[in-house]
């Protein structure tokens, strides 16, 4: 299975992305320019995040544009599986590939902490796996459960219009919702003003996923979580049986 | 010719800048500032093109429709 790691000038989690999917999960990954005119070769596709041409004019509004795009929207439309994280989700917004916008965070600052997202839909690509820590236990995905992980951002308030949300909600599209740490979904535990609380949401297909959190930020201990694994492990799997591979994937276990 | 483009965010979605310069205002002794928001205004040059190319560009680079309203001036 190859992996692409889609480049944009101003991109600066690509490398984050990669050391994770190339080191903790043992995957043949490539950086891909945003020039490149075709992604087809690939089976998994992660834009990363980051300030693409610099957040002009609207987060990922430019890069949408970027020459790859094309090539990223035809091999989803063939049912490749797509992940976006933070300017990732934001270029997928813009290239209406998912619904809804991102726009500036309702306190005006840029937001950089860990925040809980709870798990709302265990049904979809990229959240249904059970994954090793590095301590040995498992991580199994159930409705409900909390993970841990950095946002950073300025503009991550995910806005829709009220016909688009009642359709995300009926069609149980939106995978991540912000919450406390116990799991309650408050305006308190709300980090940026998104509508519902809204962090992460899957494509009516169910084959694009964007979130705000950054998951590749968390699959190390040394980082402070692993929940992010869980993330990485459901595409990693989902990826590997659309692409009818026969070689094991998952984690790396041990150091 | 010159195109002169508004983008104005939708009346529907929140815009924490304009409450944000709201504040300012009414702490700088107007107190009277009602409703305050903030959009963009772009002036382009542009030759060989018509309003109806220039209206696709407003609706999908210059403005996101989601979020946004646009309005386009022409001057020649």
Redesign the interface.
């Known amino acids: 299975m190859k992996v692409a790691v889609i480049r944009f000038p101003g991109s600066n989690c690509d490398q984050d992305c990669y050391h994770v999917l190339k080191h903790d999960f043992a995957l043949d990954v490539e950086y891909v320019w945003h020039k490149e005119a075709s992604v087809e070769q690939f089976d998994l596709i992660v834009l990363p995040g980051g300030f693409s041409y610099g957040d002009y004019l609207r987060c990922g509004a430019i890069a949408r544009y970027s020459p790859v795009m094309r090539s990223v929207a035809t091999e989803a439309q063939r049912g490749k599986l797509v992940l976006g994280i933070c300017n990732g989700f934001q270029i997928l917004c813009e290239a209406r590939m998912l619904p809804g916008a991102l726009i500036r965070n309702r306190s005006l600052h840029f937001v950089c902490e860990h925040v809980h997202a709870r798990v709302e839909n265990i049904e979809t690509a990229f959240s249904h796996a059970e994954v090793a820590m590095t301590n040995g236990k498992l991580l199994t995905a159930r409705t409900g459960l909390l993970l841990r992980m950095p946002i950073a951002h300025g503009e991550g308030s995910f806005t829709a219009d009220p016909e688009t949300l009642r359709e995300l909600n009926r069609a149980n599209r939106v995978v991540l919702r912000y919450s406390d740490r116990r799991g309650a979904i408050s305006d308190d535990a709300n980090p940026n003003g998104s509508a519902e609380n809204i962090a992460g949401i899957v494509n009516e297909r169910g084959n694009v996923f964007g979130l705000m959190p950054h998951p590749e930020r968390a699959c190390d201990p040394l980082l402070g979580s692993e929940d992010g694994k869980l993330i990485f492990q459901s595409v990693i799997e989902s990826a590997g049986r659309k692409a009818g591979s026969r070689s094991s994937v998952g984690i790396r276990t041990g150091l | 010719m010159k195109a002169k483009v508004t983008v104005m965010?939708k009346k529907?979605?929140?815009d924490?800048?304009g409450v944000?310069v709201r504040d300012a205002m009414r702490h700088h002794g107007l107190p009277g500032v009602g409703n305050v928001r903030i959009g963009k205004f772009m002036e382009i040059e542009v030759e060989g093109a018509d309003e109806a190319q220039l209206r696709e560009i407003c609706k999908d680079?210059?403005s996101?429709p989601?979020?946004e309203d646009y309005e386009l001036h022409l001057e020649a």
């Open positions: 965010p529907t979605v929140l924490p800048q944000a680079l210059l996101n989601v979020i």
